[in-house]
Antibody, heavy 122, light 107 residues
Framework: EVQLVESGGGLVKPGGSLRLSCAASGFPFNTYTMNWVRQAPGKGLEWVSS????????YHADSLKGRFTISRDNAKNSLYLQMNSLRVEDTAVYYC???????????????WGQGTLVTVSS | EIVLTQSPATLSLSPGERATLSCRASQSVSNSLVWYQQKSGQAPRLLIYDASNRATDIPARFSGSGSGTDFTLTISSLEPEDFAVYYC?????????FGGGTKVEIK
């Protein structure tokens, strides 16, 4: 069974940092493009970052302005999101997602974790 | 950045009725359009990719159509479990973007 389990969310003050993790199982992790998508409370979905199977390429939403970095460790079947200089508007549920082979360039997602809540507040 | 506009914002229908949801892109995305369903308190679920291809295990009552800038998600006969929020997403250009969502509610 495919599983994506996020962790690392919590309450952080503006300007602080957090590192989210996603533990993957049930599929050959090292062959899939992986991604982070977020959803602010009561709002819609927002793509955050993508990383190819061997970390050859990464993409980040322009709105993040270099504050977030996606990475992965294929030996540990894990995906990460390092978030720095956090702002109140970064408050959201962060989902780890998998891109199936039929989504070219990793641009759509067939498996989602349950999400981890990040709250940025003083 | 490609902007996706979904309409209507809310659709009030009864079980058994047909639902037609629209998604319009600010520029052509060819057929690179995806649909997701999200139920309250749950993660989204992939329904349709490449505008008209159903994802694994998605019932045949869900269908997608369109190309270029205008797309439609149709639910032929609403089941009780179909009342949810639906999002379109373009997979053509980075940054990947979503529409604002259409809520399908019980009338």
């Amino acid at each position: 069974e495919v599983q994506l389990v996020e962790s690392g969310g919590g309450l952080v003050k503006p300007g602080g940092s957090l590192r989210l993790s996603c533990a993957a199982s049930g599929f050959p992790f090292n062959t899939y493009t992986m991604n982070w998508v977020r959803q602010a409370p009561g709002k819609g979905l927002e793509w955050v970052s993508s990383i190819s199977s061997r970390s050859s390429y990464t993409y980040h939403a322009d709105s993040l302005k270099g504050r977030f970095t996606i990475s992965r460790d294929n030996a540990k079947n894990s995906l990460y999101l390092q978030m720095n200089s956090l702002r109140v508007e970064d408050t959201a549920v962060y989902y780890c997602t998998r891109a199936p082979p039929y989504c070219s360039g990793g641009s759509c997602w067939d498996r989602w974790g349950q999400g981890t809540l990040v709250t940025v507040s003083s | 950045e490609i902007v996706l506009t979904q309409s209507p914002a809310t659709l009030s229908l009864s079980p058994g009725e047909r639902a037609t949801l629209s998604c319009r892109a600010s520029q052509s995305v060819s057929n690179s359009l995806v649909w997701y369903q999200q139920k309250s308190g749950q993660a989204p679920r992939l329904l349709i990719y490449d505008a008209s291809n159903r994802a694994t295990d998605i019932p045949a009552r869900f269908s997608g159509s369109g190309s270029g800038t205008d797309f439609t998600l149709t639910i032929s006969s609403l089941e009780p479990e179909d009342f949810a929020v639906y999002y379109c997403q373009q997979s053509s250009n980075w940054p990947l973007t979503f529409g604002g969502g259409t809520k399908v509610e019980i009338k």
